[in-house]
């Protein structure tokens, strides 16, 4: 069965530095999709940064990238200079390609402190 | 403005009264999508729509139902609430497709629901 798992339910970083989120996944197929979402306090689901198995290049939306390692199953949100606004609890996704299931870790709770 | 849209967006209701949570997409996607979120558990899909008249179940479906007569919109009913239906309930849109944004979910504002 496919899995996400998010390690750490809660982390904390000073502002202006920098954090890794982990995320590993388990499963068998080798075409599918990635995904961060992060849930801010107003509870809406806002994509972070989206990517696809076949491509090997991580990953990048301006502060956040991701280190994809396809062989390891992991893929960690890195989130460089750190700002207040970046506080959220934030959910790694799965998808598998061609099908319209999707799983999502437990979350991470980040605090970002001033 | 493309949205997905979700009401009420807040519901209190008791054991056993049947409900509906609307939602309802302007951005012409053929995937919708229920959740709902549970505190240290993230978001369980309920039951997912490929197309108009084209749904199946997630890893959740217990107690609910849906229906997709229209391409826009993709109501969760359910018939006779429980208290462990007590969640925060995200409907998400898609359009089917590679390359681009294809695949990627597009979420309403969420509904509390409380079943006393």
């Known amino acids: 069965a496919q899995t996400v798992t998010q390690s750490q339910p809660e982390m904390s970083v000073q502002e202006a530095e920098t954090v890794t989120l982990s995320c590993t996944y388990d499963?068998?197929?080798?075409?599918?999709?990635l995904f961060w979402y992060k849930q801010p306090p107003s509870r809406q689901m806002i994509l972070v940064i989206r990517q696809e198995a076949y491509k090997q290049q991580n990953a990048t939306e301006n502060r956040f990238s991701v280190n994809f390692q396809k062989a390891a199953k992991s893929f960690s949100l890195k989130i460089s200079d750190s700002q207040l606004g970046d506080a959220a609890m934030y959910f790694c996704a799965y998808k598998i390609t061609g099908t319209y299931k999707y799983i999502f870790g437990t979350g991470t709770r980040l605090k970002v402190l001033a | 403005e493309a949205q997905v849209t979700q009401n009420p967006r807040y519901l209190i209701t008791v054991t056993g009264k049947k409900l509906t949570v609307t939602c309802s997409q302007n951005?012409?996607?053929?995937?919708m999508s229920w959740y709902r979120q549970d505190p240290g558990l993230g978001l369980r899909q309920i039951y997912y729509s490929m197309n108009v008249e084209v749904t199946d179940k997630g890893d959740v479906p217990e107690g609910y139902k849906v229906s997709r007569k229209e391409k826009r919109n993709f109501p969760l009913i359910l018939e006779s609430p429980s208290p462990n239906q007590t969640s925060l309930y995200f409907c998400?849109?898609?359009?089917?497709?590679?390359?681009?944004?294809?695949?990627?979910?597009?979420f309403g504002p969420g509904t509390r629901l409380t079943v006393l």
């Open positions: 951005m012409n996607h053929e995937y």
């Open positions: 499963t068998s197929e080798s075409d599918y999709y």
């Open positions: 998400a849109s898609s359009f089917k497709g590679a390359g681009g944004l294809g695949d990627t979910q597009y």
